[in-house]
């Protein structure tokens, strides 16, 4: 059977480790906040009512399409969209264009920014296949004025970060939500996992420090992670509930 994503591709190795995924999450998570169509999220109330779910559900979701197979991956698109023009019919609008581009340029950008912090630099054609990757996810959604090349993308992101986030009482809400489902503890080492990896926009917007106390650390995880002391460390810093779905997300060990 044909995959969506060559076996041999980046996006695989990228999406294939939960490390990976869990800085993905931490960096959606914190741009999430700020976007200014997030009150579409909040109109389902799934996303106040568990933040955590509804967005590691989002990452999940993705990581599965990159590692079904073609028709598998495309059905799962599909049905996302179904869900979408679902909510949609309910509150009687459409979701703009740009809050679906600005999900899949997110996708990508903490895809590459991820994968660059934990593992190595990425090279051109790399970051390419990444952008091919979600950009075939968009065309498949019928989404409208995507970028054509990963050049584009870079321009197009650049000009979404200015646009399209905002501090509101979505962010204040969506932080204060954060803390209460992770635990003062928790939430703290989730803030300082966003500084490592969201880019300087969000960063002043959400008024964080430039320097995250979790860099050394990372530093210490990835030689951890060559001698297998990273399950050590990942069940120190993860909700008890959430252990069993982030050991599914390990595609590369299974």
Known sequence: MQPFVPENSIVRKIWGSADTILFIFAGASAEFALNKAVDWLYFTGRLPKDPLARLFSTVAYAQRIVFAEHDAALASIDSITAIHKNV??????????WAYRD????????????YQLLQRKLTVPEKEETFTVFYTIGLRMGLTGLPATYSEWEVMRAG???????????????FKQYRKHLGIGRYLLLKQAQ????????RRLLSFTNISFLYP???????AR???????????????NYKMQIRLLDAERR
């Open 88 to 97: 949609e019919q309910q509150r009687g609008a459409a979701i703009p264009d």
């Open 103 to 114: 999900v899949l340029f997110m996708l990508i950008d903490y895809s590459i920014r991820s």
């Open 160 to 174: 979404h970060l200015q646009q399209n986030l905002i501090k509101s009482h979505y962010t204040k809400d969506l």
């Open 195 to 202: 500084l490592l990896v969201i880019p300087a926009r969000v």
């Open 217 to 223: 650390v990372v530093q210490v995880y990835k030689i």
């Open 226 to 240: 060559k001698i297998k002391l990273d399950g050590v460390l990942k069940n120190a810093v993860l909700p008890s």
